[in-house]
């Protein structure tokens, strides 16, 4: 959703802003006549993505997919339906020649990330197109799907952070835990599209060599190795989901849900999760949750399009919200 934000979003800010409706195609309504002389761009359609895919086709925009590699992920891979798009564009790593091959079919509306992969890509495309995007040449470029700059970027600008470390040996992540002092720690690839890695919540040293060596080990969605593993302090608290869409760095919510989850030696078991009723009072959890991610959002550099925050409300303590 890039740059299909609903009319809503360009009203001012209200002191309680309300969720927005999905789906929020409201700029990139049915294309007229006119309109069909333009192309759509979206950044590997995959996943969910091809749903947004099937939204701008019932719009009767004209479409280009752009796949920014052949060796993905085959869960990815397995989603892909060439048929449903006009003009299919293989990036080969070089953004001017993906740009004028782009431009070489018609003019382009709008470049859009279709899924975790893409958003690198489309942002990079957007800039040179001269289209609404975010910023690849902001501050820490890859924080908003490196999740270790991720969290280096709220800490230099001051909001909530989690205590990490980035370790490629099992020693260094050993070590950090001696600093840290308490367990269990949380061990994952670094890249918001990590792959095989997984997820591990440590209790001992062993759980921890261990699943160092095996995030290590294992590969993100465009094959290459996750050679180091991000090591983080584990947050215990109530575990929220805020999805959100932006246009000109204003933040709308999109939905809330509370996560039930149940802790294992290797990571968690989701039990269910759960919408939360919208509650306009300053002190509540919703609006508490929505300043600090509405913060993050700006540090990170978002401005336009969809985000997914996980957000983690310390047990016990009325401690501020961390992006986990």
Known sequence: ???????????????????????????LNAASEADQDEVVAVVDPYTSGRFLVEELRKRRWPLAAVRSSLSLDEGLLSTWNPGVFDHIIVHRGNVSQTVEALRAIRPVRAVIAGSEPGVALADEL???????????????????WDKFEMQERLSEVGLRALKQRLCSSSEEALNFAKELGSWPLVVKAKSSHGGG???HLCGDTEALREAVIAVQESKDFSGCANNVALVQEFLEGKEY????????GQH??????????????????????????????????????????????????????????EVV????????????
């Open 1 to 27: 959703l890039a740059q299909a934000i609903s009319a809503q979003a360009s009203a001012p800010t209200e002191r309680c802003p309300m969720p927005v409706p999905l789906p929020v195609l409201g700029a």
């Open 126 to 144: 957007a800039a040179a197109l001269g289209l609404r995007g975010n910023d690849p040449q902001g501050p820490r470029l890859c924080c908003r």
């Open 197 to 199: 890695g997984g997820l």
């Open 241 to 248: 989901i805020v999805d959100c869409v932006s246009k000109g």
């Open 252 to 309: 709308l919510v999109a939905g809330t849900w509370a996560c039930c989850k149940t802790p294992t030696d290797c990571g968690f078991i989701y039990d269910c999760i759960r919408t939360v009723p919208y509650d306009c009072a300053t002190n509540s959890i919703q609006q508490r949750l929505y300043r600090y991610v509405f913060e993050c959002l700006t540090a990170l550099g978002v401005e336009h399009g969809a985000s997914h925050c």
């Open 313 to 324: 409300f310390p047990a016990g303590t009325q401690a501020d919200p961390c992006l986990v």
